[in-house]
């Protein structure tokens, strides 16, 4: 143990005490977390389309989604493609027998049987192109009630509308969202809370084929440094299913950077949605969403009145306390200790650990890696998909990150061993909360087999899979496959699981916020959105971890469109519907609401 700032911090850990419990059945240990891909019917494997050649793009995707497409109450998974096509050429990882090229969309079988399986409905579903693929958004664009799907890639976009029926229509051309160039991450947001998602998409480097080198002359993959950056683009939402790109008009043109995670959050002072953008190489970028003013051009209408301003330095969000630009990949946050102060976690390259910024009393957010022990964890670590989560629902959030590496000279200092055609494997990454200042510990070590194995992991999407109240994970890799997660922590905490809809408010009630009041008066605040993590769509609905005590005062929510609603007598143990207007008005304004 060492003391950072009066934190003390627990860097290793010999045991699970209070964690880990032996099973009733036999003498095993029981892990928090099992892989059960394979059982339950997640059959997929990402081909990068890499063949030696060293190109950028191979190394960046796929992106994972969980959405309940078909309204039965749960989770469906979807997997994004790394290559259109099998290989053309010998590939640097073979792929497996039997590989299924495309994109996969597998349905939960859960509220059909009462168990945990997947039925691949791919082609039936009509979901299965695939063009160089790299993430994905979900959400209800047009508030029909049922999900839709947004798919970035390298080369134009794609809109998929849920018909309801169980099938898909590409409306990219109709809708006007193929975008260009390279996408990455995406975010559905309403941005001037006119009750319609607007589409907020990432854009990593303008890319050209050109040779990078090792130290001792090898090809490898290049950085984003060689090229330029791209600038974030915004969709706004018309209705009649159609979209207007309005990027110049809100004036997210004016800052280009190599982007590959995005967050949404109130980051403002007047409740209107704005989004943080993870830069790999370059400083964070933090868009406040305000009311448009001395900024808006002759000539140029902007929609209700919005414009963004980039503040990320001025927040505190730019940099690490160094003040040097890290490699930005993923980015998630969370009310680590449940007391209303949140958290933002970006993940970085080996040597530079990932970033934990603390919000303050006035808005702006602190470096306090040094302090939570993180630095000194994930040190050795590239991250890309992460999690702030109630893993034992205790009550603190603990986190997870999917790491692999990104170039060779990273990749040799891990275990791969020598002459690997494919040297970027990395461990994965959970860390427990000891509790406010006292920081993390890393657990991994003794979590089991699902963590053991070393791989090219990129996203991570986190919701409750099998609905026990219980936060699982689905992690993809790099030239690898598929790995759900499933939470098989024993003796876990009480929870509630709360589902939101939207009528005046978007019907998926992103932007919106849901407190939940304990028996004390103290309270936990949780943003609702599918966006945060890497290229991932995670589980809409806002989960709590309430510990040993059951009781819950109230929730509260406070919806996009404007009003605050409050429910009691609630159930725990439990997934809680709520619906718009069905409340009881409430007039307590919520603060640090971006959580």
Known sequence: MVHHNGFL?????????????????SSQKSFPFEDVSK???????????????????????????????????????????GYPTAPQGKPLVPVPPGWKPGNRLFRNNLAETGKLTFTDVTESAGLGYADKGMGVAAGDYDNDGYVDLYVTNYGHNILYHNNGNGTFTDVTASAGVASSGW?????????????????????????????????DGRL?????S?????????????????????????????KPGPGLGILTGDFGADGFPGFMVANDGAANYLWINERSGPQSKPGISVFNDRVFKEAGLTHGLAYASDGRPRAGMGIASGDIFADGGES?????????????????????????????????????????????????NSGLLDMF????????????????????????????????????????????????????????????????????????????????????????????GHWLLVHLEGTKTNRSAYGSVVELVRKDGTSVKAWVRGDGSYLAANDPRVHFGLGKDAEVNRIRVYWLAGECESWSQIKTDAILNLKEGTGQSCVVVPSGSSH
């Not at 045991?15 to 009733?24: N, R, W």
């Not at 689905?474 to 098989?488: D, I, Q």
């Open 9 to 25: 911090v627990v860097v290793s850990v010999l045991s699970f005490v209070g964690l880990l419990a032996c099973k009733t059945s």
């Open 39 to 81: 059982q339950v019917g997640i059959d997929f494997w990402q081909y990068s389309g890499a063949t030696g050649e060293m190109l950028l793009p191979e190394m960046v995707g796929s992106g994972a989604a969980l959405f309940d497409y078909d309204n039965d109450g749960d989770m469906d998974v979807y997997l994004v493609q």
């Open 183 to 215: 996408s990455t991450s995406a975010a559905f947001i309403d941005y001037d809370r006119d009750g319609r998602l607007d589409i907020a998409v990432v854009h990593y480097v303008d890319f050209y084929r050109r040779p990078c080198y090792m130290f």
């Open 220 to 224: 490898d993959y290049c950085g984003p």
């Open 226 to 254: 060689p090229f330029k950056g791209t600038a974030t683009e915004l969709y706004h939402n018309l209705g009649n299913g159609r979209f207007k790109n309005v990027t110049e008009e809100v004036g997210l043109n004016a």
């Open 344 to 392: 933002i976690i970006v993940t970085n390259l080996p040597t530079e650990a990932f970033t934990l910024f603390q919000r303050q009393p006035n808005g702006d957010f602190v470096d306090a890696t040094e302090q939570s022990g993180l630095s000194h964890i994930s040190l050795p670590y590239t991250g890309f998909g992460v999690g702030l989560f109630d893993m034992t």
């Open 401 to 492: 990150s999917a790491n692999g590496g990104v170039r060779s000279m990273a990749g040799d200092l891990k275990s791969n061993p020598k002459g690997d055609p494919f040297p970027y494997r990395e461990r994965k990454l959970l860390l427990r909360n000891v509790g406010k200042g006292k920081g993390f510990e890393d657990i991994t070590a003794q979590a089991g087999p699902a963590l053991a194995t070393e791989e090219v992991s990129r996203a991570a999407a986190f919701g409750d899979v099998n609905n026990d109240g219980g936060v699982d994970i689905l992690v993809t890799n790099n030239n690898g496959p598929a790995r759900l997660l499933l939470n098989t922590v024993p003796n876990r």
